[in-house]
């Protein structure tokens, strides 16, 4: 198994350009999310998504969309890049369920995206 | 805003000591995770621990919860240098579709 993979590993981009950041995971998990996370500050949360056709919004949410089309894909787009954005992201994924386990489930990551906008 | 606080921010020890941080939260939660996160790298999972219960182990690690002041420790003990990394908590509200907050972090430096 891949695991969590991440595309890009760095990358550079001037402002209001648009990328697409690609996540994809091969556990068969339900859950997945993107993070960023700053210096001296934990992951926040930007997007997420309990299955296939079904996201939301996390803490973060402004300036990025996602899409969850199939259970294995969660790509993260950034509409048109700002500095604020410069970031290091991570890709997580795990098991979702409120059967008789309630509660959030371990989470796999990914290595990470640099993202850097000038 | 940040629902999990790791104390102490950074922490220095000599290898073979044991190391202990701390964390602590605001609302009520299913779950808290703790991971590990080496310079550079994606995190990695250590432990979850559910909200009915008070401590859990594995193998050099050892984590509480103590539900009535809102936060948990993590201690490793007989560290090695291998151990120095940065070490958050995640906790996940009730009634949030269990999305994590996590915490800014515990740099630990083993020094040999």
């Known amino acids: 198994n891949a695991g969590v993979t991440q595309t890009p590993k760095f990358q550079v981009l001037k402002t209001g350009q648009s990328m697409t950041l690609q996540c994809a995971q091969d556990?068969?998990?339900?859950?997945m999310s993107w993070y960023r996370q700053d210096p001296g500050m934990g992951l926040r949360l930007i997007h997420y998504?309990?299955?296939?056709?079904?996201?939301d919004q996390g803490e973060v949410p402004n300036g990025y969309n996602v899409s969850r089309s199939t259970t294995e894909d969660f790509p993260l787009r950034l509409l048109s890049a700002a500095p604020s954005q410069t970031s290091v992201y991570f890709c997580?994924?795990?098991?979702?369920?409120?059967?008789?386990?309630?509660?959030?489930?371990?989470?796999?990551f990914g290595p990470g995206t640099r993202l850097t906008v000038t | 805003s940040q629902q999990g606080e790791e104390d102490p921010q950074a922490l220095s020890i000599q290898e073979g000591e044991n190391a202990t941080m701390n964390c602590s939260y605001k609302?009520?939660?299913?779950?808290l995770q703790w991971y590990r996160q080496n310079s550079g790298r994606g995190l990695v999972h250590l432990i979850l621990?559910?909200?009915n219960e008070r401590e859990k182990h594995s193998g050099r690690l050892r984590v509480t919860l103590d539900t009535s002041k809102k936060s948990s420790s993590l201690l490793i003990t007989a560290s090695r240098a291998a151990d120095t990394a940065s070490y958050f908590c995640?906790?996940?509200?009730?009634?949030?579709?269990?999305?994590?907050?996590w915490g800014a972090g515990t740099k630990l430096i083993i020094k040999p």
């Open positions: 995640a906790t996940d509200r009730e009634n949030s579709n269990y999305q994590l907050i």
């Open positions: 621990i559910r909200s």
């Open positions: 556990m068969n998990h339900e859950y």
């Open positions: 998504s309990v299955g296939a056709g079904i996201t």
């Open positions: 609302t009520s939660i299913n779950n």
């Open positions: 997580a994924s795990s098991h979702y369920g409120t059967g008789t386990f309630r509660g959030s489930y371990e989470q796999y």
